[in-house]
């Protein structure tokens, strides 16, 4: 096949910028295309398959589609089938392949009729669309009616092309892909009104881009509070084996290992916005999922299932846990009687450690090493809600099960809302690891396998940016007064508040700054005047964005004004990006983050000489966390508590990298929306 032929059938797939020089490029797709799906030049790739070229081994491969590990079926014409999920670079099976989804949004119900005599019958709880969750009857959104939805397995170089339709009438919708820096393809980055138009009612979106991130990632919903009611997913971007500095101390590294995370209302999540007074009030959840399963009670039986996973003894495996979560909360993930060997946080492998527990917050992720060493038995793994979530007693469980074991539970207790032993935890909230204590392992102690580049390391940086975040606290009476409509939630046990970085309360417009500049109104922007008249009130509402310089190192001081210990830690991520963490610290009393400055250029706040590299990171409630990352990919990108609620209410900054002129231009025929008056 000439090259010139991979170019059309790239451009027929809206590809073509992606097209690789003398590379061979493998097209997986669902099994079918439906009416209401946009055509693949379907003719064209198979007209293309029968190529007998030796430099370019086009393959096809016709899967389900869905969440099964056995091997592909291929169509007719089709050669040497292999899927996506694949052993990757090894045996000469290193040409990117065309990973092609088809995922259907739509409005769904838990323990529904799809389900049949689920959990009385526990068989039925498998059932073809059945949606357990912790066993609770409530309305969902889902993604090909499971929750959590479809995920992605892939190799680092692959093309994944998603075509995503809503069906949830009266509302839009957008993906994002956390932890995927989008270099080539920001327009994809699936943020509403910053990066795309968020899809409407019917509409399709296409995302499309390149796995080139190696590591676990996951998918979300953008849109609303739509990620808690279930839109979300696991991402995992695999590269050869022998590149891996772990690999040779793990046998399997499983696609069902990948433990996904996610806190879970009784309520739909807008409900919860702003906020109820008399009853289900706050934004705490009442339980939690793993892999979209769980019981809400403590009992063991007559429930529904858990989620179970199955080992060997003797053999060791990675496991990739993802925080999938949205309320004010962290928590704990334990596994009963076996230690874990922790590698790699976000996407940075680490020098690695010993831990019990792990502390996870909302988008961070760990992978880990479990080693099957234990008697043949079942476990409990056990997810705990911290802070005011432990006093909820917000928990769940899952099994992990050794194969000879049977279909057993475990025998030992139930642990609970109360737990198990946490041993050495990594991540401590709040915690900054300041006494020599082994039982702690904080993430800026962590050492990365990565060396940071020199530039992020020298003491002198050319741009600083603090990140104070706090809230704006309303009375009723200013709140609520005639022709006043301040965005704002009801946090638990605290006055109606807007939630603000440095004293905005950030608004996006009603166009995509990315690829609709001209139409976003200048009055909507954050502008001296406007700062000086609004800002001695207490609060802006504005589009805040911050210019930095293509190319520079940037310091964020990401601080919490409030200055209160052993409250909430607040998990700031940032999109297109990657940031090494330097510092973590607490306040001292009358201590600012001028302060903190004029401390780190005396060298008197030590910072690690082999930072890990997130794009996830945990203040400590009244402290501050020190990183720096290279502007090098440019763009418009969010930069924002992962708190949910407190991402609606508007702690958010929009970084804009470089200038117009430097970014990916538009694609052609991308989706416009505005003001119309």
């Given at each position: 096949?000439?090259?010139?032929?991979?170019?059309?059938?790239?451009?027929?797939?809206?590809?073509?910028?992606?097209?690789?020089?003398?590379?061979?490029?493998?097209?997986?797709?669902?099994?079918?295309?439906?009416?209401?799906?946009?055509?693949?030049?379907?003719?064209?790739?198979?007209?293309?398959?029968?190529?007998?070229?030796?430099?370019?081994?086009?393959?096809?491969?016709?899967?389900d589609?869905?969440?099964?590990?056995?091997?592909?079926?291929?169509?007719?014409?089709?050669?040497?089938?292999?899927?996506?999920?694949?052993?990757?670079?090894?045996?000469?099976?290193?040409?990117?392949?065309?990973?092609?989804?088809?995922?259907?949004?739509?409005?769904?119900v838990?323990?529904?009729?799809?389900?049949?005599?689920?959990?009385?019958?526990?068989?039925?709880?498998?059932?073809?669309?059945?949606?357990?969750?912790?066993?609770?009857?409530?309305?969902?959104?889902?993604?090909n009616?499971?929750?959590?939805?479809?995920?992605?397995?892939?190799?680092?170089?692959?093309?994944?092309?998603?075509?995503?339709?809503?069906?949830?009438?009266?509302?839009?919708?957008?993906i994002?892909?956390?932890?995927?820096?989008?270099?080539?393809?920001?327009?994809?980055?699936?943020?509403?009104?910053?990066?795309?138009?968020?899809?409407?009612?019917?509409?399709?979106?296409?995302?499309?881009?390149?796995?080139?991130?190696?590591?676990?990632?996951?998918?979300?919903?953008?849109?609303?509070?739509?990620?808690?009611?279930?839109?979300?997913?696991?991402?995992?971007?695999?590269?050869?084996?022998?590149e891996?500095?772990?690999?040779?101390?793990?046998?399997?590294?499983?696609?069902?290992?990948?433990?996904?995370?996610?806190?879970?209302?009784?309520?739909?999540?807008?409900?919860?916005?702003?906020?109820?007074?008399?009853?289900?009030?706050?934004?705490?959840?009442?339980?939690?999922?793993?892999?979209?399963?769980?019981?809400?009670?403590?009992?063991?039986?007559?429930?529904?299932?858990?989620?179970?996973?199955?080992?060997?003894?003797?053999?060791?495996?990675?496991?990739?846990?993802?925080?999938?979560?949205?309320?004010?909360?962290?928590?704990?993930?334990?596994?009963?009687?076996?230690?874990?060997?922790?590698?790699?946080?976000?996407?940075?492998p680490?020098?690695?450690?010993?831990?019990?527990?792990?502390?996870?917050?909302?988008?961070?992720?760990?992978?880990?090493?479990?080693?099957?060493?234990?008697p043949?038995?079942?476990?409990?793994?056990?997810?705990?809600?911290?802070?005011?979530?432990?006093?909820l007693?917000?928990?769940?469980?899952?099994?992990?099960?050794?194969?000879?074991?049977?279909?057993s539970?475990?025998?030992?207790?139930?642990?609970?809302?109360?737990?198990?032993?946490?041993?050495?935890?990594?991540?401590?909230?709040?915690?900054?690891?300041?006494?020599?204590?082994?039982?702690?392992?904080?993430?800026?102690?962590?050492?990365?396998?990565?060396?940071?580049?020199?530039?992020?390391?020298?003491?002198?940086?050319?741009?600083?940016?603090?990140?104070?975040?706090?809230?704006?606290?309303?009375?009723?009476?200013?709140?609520f007064?005639?022709?006043?409509?301040?965005?704002?939630?009801i946090?638990?046990?605290?006055?109606?508040?807007?939630?603000?970085?440095?004293?905005?309360?950030?608004?996006?417009?009603?166009?995509?700054?990315l690829?609709?500049?001209?139409?976003?109104?200048?009055?909507?922007?954050?502008?001296?005047?406007?700062?000086?008249?609004?800002?001695?009130?207490?609060?802006?509402?504005?589009?805040?964005?911050?210019?930095?310089?293509?190319?520079?190192?940037?310091?964020?001081?990401?601080?919490?004004?409030?200055?209160?210990?052993?409250?909430?830690?607040?998990?700031?991520?940032?999109?297109?990006?990657?940031?090494?963490?330097?510092?973590?610290?607490?306040?001292?009393?009358?201590?600012?983050?001028?302060?903190?400055?004029?401390?780190?250029?005396?060298?008197?706040?030590?910072?690690?000489?082999?930072?890990?590299?997130?794009?996830?990171?945990?203040?400590?409630?009244?402290?501050?966390?020190?990183?720096?990352?290279?502007?090098?990919?440019?763009?418009?990108?969010?930069?924002?508590?992962?708190?949910?609620y407190?991402?609606?209410?508007?702690?958010?900054?929009?970084?804009?990298?470089?200038?117009?002129?430097?970014?990916?231009?538009?694609?052609?025929?991308?989706?416009?929306?505005?003001?119309?008056?």
């Open positions: 096949m000439k090259q010139g032929l991979l170019a059309v059938l790239l451009a027929g797939l809206g590809l073509a910028c992606f097209a690789p020089q003398g590379l061979a490029v493998d097209v997986h797709l669902a099994n079918a295309v439906p009416d209401d799906f946009p055509a693949l030049n379907d003719a064209l790739l198979l007209a293309s398959l029968q190529e007998d070229d030796a430099d370019l081994d086009e393959r096809r491969v016709w899967l589609g869905e969440e099964s590990d056995r091997r592909a079926r291929p169509r007719p014409r089709a050669s040497r089938p292999a899927s996506c999920h694949r052993p990757c670079g090894q045996d000469g099976d290193d040409e990117p392949m065309i990973c092609y989804f088809r995922w259907r949004v739509e409005a769904y838990t323990m529904g009729r799809a389900c049949g005599g689920c959990p009385r019958n526990v068989t039925d709880c498998t059932l073809p669309q059945c949606v357990t969750a912790d066993g609770y009857e409530k309305g969902v959104l889902t993604v009616r499971k929750i959590p939805g479809p995920s992605i397995h892939v190799c680092r170089g692959d093309i994944v092309v998603v075509d995503v339709k809503n069906m949830m009438p009266g509302r839009s919708t957008t994002h892909w956390h932890g995927m820096r989008q270099r080539a393809s920001p327009h994809m980055d699936g943020v509403p009104m910053l990066t795309q138009c968020p899809i409407p009612e019917n509409g399709i979106f296409r995302y499309r881009f390149r796995a080139e991130e190696v590591g676990t990632h996951f998918w979300h919903s953008h849109d609303g509070m739509q990620k808690m009611d279930g839109i979300v997913g696991a991402m995992v971007v695999r590269g050869p084996r022998d891996e500095p772990y690999g040779h101390l793990y046998d399997y590294d499983l696609r069902s290992h990948t433990i996904l995370v996610t806190d879970w209302f009784h309520t739909d999540a807008d409900q919860r916005f702003p906020g109820l007074q008399r009853r289900e009030s706050g934004q705490l959840p009442d339980s939690y999922l793993i892999n979209g399963r769980g019981s809400y009670r403590l009992t063991v039986d007559s429930e529904a299932p858990y989620a179970v996973f199955r080992v060997s003894r003797g053999r060791r495996y990675r496991l990739r846990l993802i925080g999938g979560t949205c309320a004010s909360c962290a928590y704990s993930i334990t596994v009963e009687g076996h230690r874990l060997k922790l590698i790699a946080v976000d996407v940075t680490v020098r690695a450690v010993e831990v019990d527990t792990l502390t996870m917050s909302p988008g961070e992720r760990y992978d880990v090493i479990l080693d099957a060493d234990q043949v038995a079942a476990y409990w793994i056990h997810v705990r809600g911290l802070g005011a979530c432990a006093l007693g917000a928990h769940q469980v899952a099994v992990l099960r050794y194969s000879e074991a049977g279909a539970l475990p025998t030992s207790r139930h642990p609970g809302r109360i737990g198990l032993p946490l041993g050495v935890v990594v991540g401590p909230e709040n915690s900054i690891c300041a006494t020599d204590n082994p039982s702690e392992v904080c993430v800026h102690h962590l050492e990365s396998l990565r060396p940071a580049p020199p530039a992020v390391l020298d003491r002198d940086v050319s741009v600083r940016l603090p990140m104070e975040f706090s809230f704006r606290f309303y009375s009723d009476e200013e709140l007064r005639s022709d006043t409509f301040h965005r704002f939630f946090p638990p046990l605290f006055p109606p508040a807007s939630a603000r970085v440095n004293n905005i309360s950030n608004v996006l417009g009603p166009s995509p700054l690829s609709q500049l001209d139409s976003v109104p200048e009055h909507l922007f954050c502008s001296r005047q406007m700062l000086a008249s609004c800002q001695p009130r207490g609060t802006c509402e504005c589009l805040h964005l911050v210019k930095i310089p293509l190319g520079e190192v940037v310091e964020f001081v990401i601080a919490d004004a409030g200055r209160i210990r052993n409250g909430l830690s607040h998990p700031f991520h940032v999109h297109g990006n990657y940031f090494r963490i330097l510092a973590l610290g607490l306040f001292a009393p009358g201590q600012t983050v001028a302060d903190v400055t004029r401390l780190l250029d005396a060298g008197e706040i030590p910072f690690s000489l082999r930072p890990v590299e997130k794009d996830t990171i945990a203040v400590p409630s009244g402290g501050y966390a020190v990183v720096r990352m290279v502007a090098d990919n440019p763009g418009y990108w969010m930069f924002h508590c992962h708190f949910l407190h991402l609606v209410a508007g702690m958010s900054v929009v970084l804009q990298v470089g200038e117009p002129d430097d970014m990916v231009p538009t694609p052609r025929g991308f989706t416009t929306c505005g003001d119309f008056f």
